[in-house]
């Protein structure tokens, strides 16, 4: 009899190589050799082989190949900061490195003081009180949590809701747990917030929905949330026992006016938790730190899943986050120059008379005619005399379902250099007004 792998419940199991060789093997009515059973045992799982397919594929190879013909791309598409991290914070994590040399396995949950300096900043930043002993724990960065946090409050088959366009791991970890994705559409008409009556029907439909994932302020749109959206949202979640997860990883990436976060909006925390992050007020990706707040439930499950996954965030590295949560100063600078480099780029749109939206984030969300992956190849080769281009990230690309909508936008993410983004705000007016 023809061999079956372990644990194969049908013919998409394993590449597509290997789908196919077994096929052809099948055919013949041949038994598998010992080489062969061993190259289709070491194969990828099926919700893994879902993520295979890198959505920035297209416009990376138009990108090399523009590069291999000695374009200089100007880089706007990752939202990497290029600027340093925070010198305090190198300080403290040069510091902690020395002072915690044998302090063994950090804590799962962040040092005393790590969540103390998070509750402090909390209450400084937004008027709140998280209690530090049990509504507040550390993260390594927000991806993580995000991604993670899911496989805490999550059974298979159960549902959790999101914005069509986002971070890609709200979808990755809810269908790593085993979750269903369902999404809800952000729209130019609606300000990018979700419609509440839109997410009430989808919730008072499905009983199995649990969670939702909301974005303010919202990478790739730049908006920010509402007064009235964060209390009809907390209304609409309670009354049906879903949690809210609020990603508000942009809150100190402003224009002018403050964003606020979820947990202003009531004394009742029980179905809230919040992921904050140092990563871009601190241009501190690197380091990999964040913590999450919010109901002393929904925070124990998720430091009990920790125990599980990790052990905790490295002490000195909490050391230079407790630093960059003590001082504004460079946030306010990071701002500034944000600012800069939005007026630059937002000035030659207004030229090429194409419309964008840039309240918050570090982003600019613009509208375009036609694909937005033709735009972005176009813009690989902008300036075909100076040879310069500049890379964009196709709307398409962001969407993490069904995102009908999506196709008519680009996102910039301001993180080149001052000049850079001169230079391509010059090569805009130039070649596109
Ligand atoms: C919307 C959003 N949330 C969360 C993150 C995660 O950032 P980090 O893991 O560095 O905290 C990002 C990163 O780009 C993001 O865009």
Redesign the pocket.
Same mark, same amino acid.
């Given at each position: 009899m023809p061999y079956k792998y372990r644990g194969s419940s049908g013919s998409d199991a394993g590449t597509p190589k290997q789908q196919h060789a077994a096929l052809r093997r099948a055919e013949r009515g041949a038994a598998a050799s010992g080489k062969e059973r061993l190259d289709e045992m070491i194969r990828p799982s099926k919700r893994m082989k879902e993520f295979m397919t890198y959505a920035f594929a297209e416009v990376d190879k138009a990108k090399s190949s523009a590069q291999a013909e000695g374009y200089r791309i100007i880089d706007f598409g990752v939202?990497d900061p290029t600027e340093p991290l925070y010198d305090g914070a190198v300080r403290a994590l040069q510091r902690g490195a020395s002072e915690h040399s044998r302090s063994g396995y950090p804590s799962y949950i962040g040092m005393p003081r790590f969540r103390q300096a998070a509750a402090g900043w909390l209450k400084k930043r937004f008027s709140v009180e998280a209690d530090p002993d049990t509504q507040i724990t550390s993260t390594a960065? !927000?991806?993580?949590a995000?991604f993670h946090f899911p496989f805490a409050i999550l059974d298979p088959g159960e549902s959790v809701l999101m914005p069509s366009i986002?971070?890609p791991p709200y979808r990755g970890g809810t269908v790593f747990a085993g979750g269903i994705p369902e999404y809800y559409q952000l729209k130019e008409e609606n300000g990018f917030l979700p419609d509440l009556a839109e997410i009430e029907r989808k919730i008072s439909a499905n009983s199995g929905i649990r969670m939702i994932w909301i974005?303010y302020p919202n990478?790739p749109t730049t908006a920010m949330a509402t007064d009235a959206f964060y209390k009809g949202l907390i209304e609409l979640t309670q009354k049906y026992g879903v949690v809210i997860a609020s990603?508000e990883?942009?809150t100190e990436m402003y224009v002018d006016k403050k964003p606020r976060s979820v947990l202003e909006f009531s004394d009742d925390w029980s179905n809230i938790i919040v992921?904050q !992050?140092l990563?871009?007020r601190s241009n501190a990706?690197g380091l990999?730190v964040?913590f999450a707040a919010g109901g002393k439930d929904l925070i124990s499950y998720y430091r009990k899943l920790r125990t599980q996954l990790d052990s905790g965030v490295a002490n000195a590295v909490q050391e230079a986050a407790i630093a960059a949560l003590g001082d504004e100063g460079h946030v306010q600078e990071m701002r500034a120059l944000y600012d800069e480099k939005r007026k630059l780029l937002t000035a030659a749109l207004d030229t090429a008379g194409i419309r964008y939206w840039a309240d918050s984030t570090f982003y600019v969300w613009a509208k375009i005619h036609g694909s937005s992956i033709d735009f972005s190849k176009r813009m690989l080769t902008l300036d075909r005399e100076k040879k310069v281009g500049i890379n964009v990230t196709p709307g398409s690309m962001l969407a993490l379902g069904d995102a009908p909508n999506a196709d008519g936008y680009v996102r910039f993410a301001l993180v080149p250099h001052v000049d850079e983004v001169r230079l391509a705000a010059e090569l805009m007016r130039a070649k596109l007004g």
């Amino acid at each position: 009899m023809p061999y079956k792998y372990r644990g194969s419940s049908g013919s998409d199991a394993g590449t597509p190589k290997q789908q196919h060789a077994a096929l052809r093997r099948a055919e013949r009515g041949a038994a598998a050799s010992g080489k062969e059973r061993l190259d289709e045992m070491i194969r990828p799982s099926k919700r893994m082989k879902e993520f295979m397919t890198y959505a920035f594929a297209e416009v990376d190879k138009a990108k090399s190949s523009a590069q291999a013909e000695g374009y200089r791309i100007i880089d706007f598409g990752v939202g990497d900061p290029t600027e340093p991290l925070y010198d305090g914070a190198v300080r403290a994590l040069q510091r902690g490195a020395s002072e915690h040399s044998r302090s063994g396995y950090p804590s799962y949950i962040g040092m005393p003081r790590f969540r103390q300096a998070a509750a402090g900043w909390l209450k400084k930043r937004f008027s709140v009180e998280a209690d530090p002993d049990t509504q507040i724990t550390s993260t390594a960065g !927000s991806k993580e949590a995000i991604f993670h946090f899911p496989f805490a409050i999550l059974d298979p088959g159960e549902s959790v809701l999101m914005p069509s366009i986002g971070y890609p791991p709200y979808r990755g970890g809810t269908v790593f747990a085993g979750g269903i994705p369902e999404y809800y559409q952000l729209k130019e008409e609606n300000g990018f917030l979700p419609d509440l009556a839109e997410i009430e029907r989808k919730i008072s439909a499905n009983s199995g929905i649990r969670m939702i994932w909301i974005n303010y302020p919202n990478n790739p749109t730049t908006a920010m949330a509402t007064d009235a959206f964060y209390k009809g949202l907390i209304e609409l979640t309670q009354k049906y026992g879903v949690v809210i997860a609020s990603d508000e990883a942009y809150t100190e990436m402003y224009v002018d006016k403050k964003p606020r976060s979820v947990l202003e909006f009531s004394d009742d925390w029980s179905n809230i938790i919040v992921f904050q !992050s140092l990563s871009k007020r601190s241009n501190a990706t690197g380091l990999r730190v964040g913590f999450a707040a919010g109901g002393k439930d929904l925070i124990s499950y998720y430091r009990k899943l920790r125990t599980q996954l990790d052990s905790g965030v490295a002490n000195a590295v909490q050391e230079a986050a407790i630093a960059a949560l003590g001082d504004e100063g460079h946030v306010q600078e990071m701002r500034a120059l944000y600012d800069e480099k939005r007026k630059l780029l937002t000035a030659a749109l207004d030229t090429a008379g194409i419309r964008y939206w840039a309240d918050s984030t570090f982003y600019v969300w613009a509208k375009i005619h036609g694909s937005s992956i033709d735009f972005s190849k176009r813009m690989l080769t902008l300036d075909r005399e100076k040879k310069v281009g500049i890379n964009v990230t196709p709307g398409s690309m962001l969407a993490l379902g069904d995102a009908p909508n999506a196709d008519g936008y680009v996102r910039f993410a301001l993180v080149p250099h001052v000049d850079e983004v001169r230079l391509a705000a010059e090569l805009m007016r130039a070649k596109l007004g």
